[in-house]
C-alpha cells in the first residue's frame, strides 16, 4: 500500500513539473520579445543617406563622376550599364572606368531618402543636371546605401535615366 502512494505522489510531482515546466518556458517566450525591442534607426539613417548622396555629387563636381562614384561605391557594388549588362563588383567597376576622372559637369540633389529600421541598408531618389555650354540635359536616379561597420555610407547600386526635360541654355 505504502509503495502505491508513493508512485502517486511521484506521479502527481512530476506532472505538476512538467506542467509547471510548460507555464516557465512559455511566459519566457513571450516575453522574451519584450524586452528585446529593436530601436527605430530610419529617420537618423536616412538624414545620414542624404548628407552622403550631396557629399558624393560636392565630389563629382570637384573631383570628376567617376572619381567619386568610385570613391563611395561598395565593394559589392552593382553599376547598371545602358545598353550592356550591369558592371558588378567594385574591381570591375575601377577596371571598366580605368584612367577616367569623369565628367565635372554633373549635379545631382536626392528629393527622397528612406532606411530600413535597423539604419544599415537605405536608399535616396534625385534628379541630375548636366550642363554644357549649350544644352543642360535633365535626369533622375536611384541609389540604394549600405552602412558599413565603420559607420560611413557605401553606395550598392546606383542607376538613373534621362528625362524629356532637357533644354537650351
Do not use: H
Not at 56 to 64: F, H, P, Q, V, W
Not at 146 to 159: C, H, L, R, T
Amino acid at each position: 500500500m505504502q509503495i502505491i502512494w508513493i508512485k502517486r505522489i511521484k506521479i502527481v510531482t512530476m506532472r505538476y513539473f512538467s506542467i509547471l515546466f510548460v507555464k516557465i518556458i512559455t511566459c519566457l517566450f513571450l516575453f522574451s520579445g519584450c524586452g528585446t525591442q529593436q530601436i527605430d534607426k530610419s529617420k537618423t539613417a536616412a538624414a545620414e543617406i542624404i548628407n552622403a548622396d550631396k557629399a558624393m555629387s560636392e565630389m563629382a563636381m570637384k573631383e570628376g563622376f567617376y572619381t567619386a562614384l568610385l570613391f563611395y561605391a561598395d565593394d559589392s557594388v552593382v553599376k547598371p550599364n545602358e545598353g550592356a549588362f550591369p558592371i558588378i563588383g567594385k574591381k570591375a567597376l575601377i577596371n571598366y572606368w580605368k584612367g577616367k576622372q569623369g565628367p565635372t559637369n554633373i549635379s545631382w540633389e536626392p528629393f527622397k531618402a528612406e532606411a530600413s529600421i535597423s539604419g544599415d541598408l537605405g536608399y535616396t531618389l534625385g534628379n541630375w543636371k548636366i550642363v554644357n555650354k549649350d544644352t543642360i540635359l535633365n535626369g533622375n536616379y536611384y541609389t540604394i546605401w549600405k552602412k558599413q561597420s565603420d559607420g560611413k555610407w557605401k553606395f550598392a547600386v546606383d542607376g538613373g535615366n534621362n528625362t524629356p526635360s532637357s533644354s537650351k541654355k
